[in-house]
């Protein structure tokens, strides 16, 4: 699975909308683009993928670049519970019916101020 | 729909103890995974078990082994413990783990001392 490029740590002020970025460079074609979340010694939380297109669901927005090289979550209104530690995973969809495990990088820590 | 559970949340051993960490899968999903979460190497997969059966592992010692019941429930256990071994311990279910999205539970915090 290619690797991904998060910034260390952001902070973003509470209602603001939280725009974080991935650098993914050497993506597959057959490669989805994976958000998780993690809150402090909880488990990590899906958020939302995406393959091409821009996906949006309840919980935020994902903007892929048309080359795929790269792509920006966005939490429209950031509360002081999504103070996080945001994971951008890229996943190839296997074929061959063999498991694919997460492969998770260092994210990045938002903190989400008053 | 009820998420993955991981039981028990919190463990303290000592070394040399052995441990046996279970999880339940959302239901309806056949894959669960297992990874081990410190500081020091983030989060680790260990393996994977589908339908019973082992597919896929990490790379960690023979101490560290796995089984999946009929109902999809996993357990994982750790033998010999040391005290590296202490972390979070998370469990992942989806469908059938051929690139669907994985829903991690809980984990469980084990403390070796």
């Known amino acids: 699975d290619a690797k991904t490029t998060q910034p260390p740590s952001m902070d973003c002020a509470e209602g603001r909308a939280a725009n974080l970025p991935c650098n993914h460079s050497?993506?597959?074609?057959?490669?989805?683009v994976y958000w998780y979340r993690q809150i402090h010694s909880q488990g990590p939380q899906y958020i939302i993928h995406?393959?091409?297109n821009n996906e949006t669901n309840e919980m935020a927005s994902l903007i892929i670049t048309e080359d795929r090289k790269s792509s920006t979550l966005i939490l429209p209104h950031a509360t002081l519970r999504d103070t996080a530690v945001y994971y951008c995973i890229v996943r190839a969809i296997a074929s061959s019916g063999s498991a694919r495990q997460l492969t998770f990088g260092s994210g990045t820590q938002l903190t989400v101020l008053p | 729909k009820a998420g993955v559970t991981q039981t028990p949340r919190y463990l303290i051993k000592t070394r040399g103890q052995q441990v046996t960490l279970s999880c339940s899968p959302i239901s309806g999903h056949r894959s669960v995974s297992w990874y081990q979460q410190t500081p020091g190497q983030g989060l680790q997969f260990l393996f994977e078990?589908?339908?019973?059966?082992?597919?896929n592992k990490g790379n960690f010692p023979g101490r560290f082994s796995g089984r999946q019941f009929s109902n999809s429930r996993s357990e994982m256990n750790v033998s010999t413990l040391e005290l590296g071994d202490s972390a979070l311990y998370l469990c992942a279910s989806s469908l059938d783990g051929v690139g669907d999205t994985q829903y991690f539970g809980p984990g469980t915090r084990l403390t070796v001392l």
């Open positions: 995406g393959l091409k």
């Open positions: 050497t993506i597959s074609g057959n490669e989805y």
């Open positions: 078990y589908f339908s019973e059966t082992q597919r």
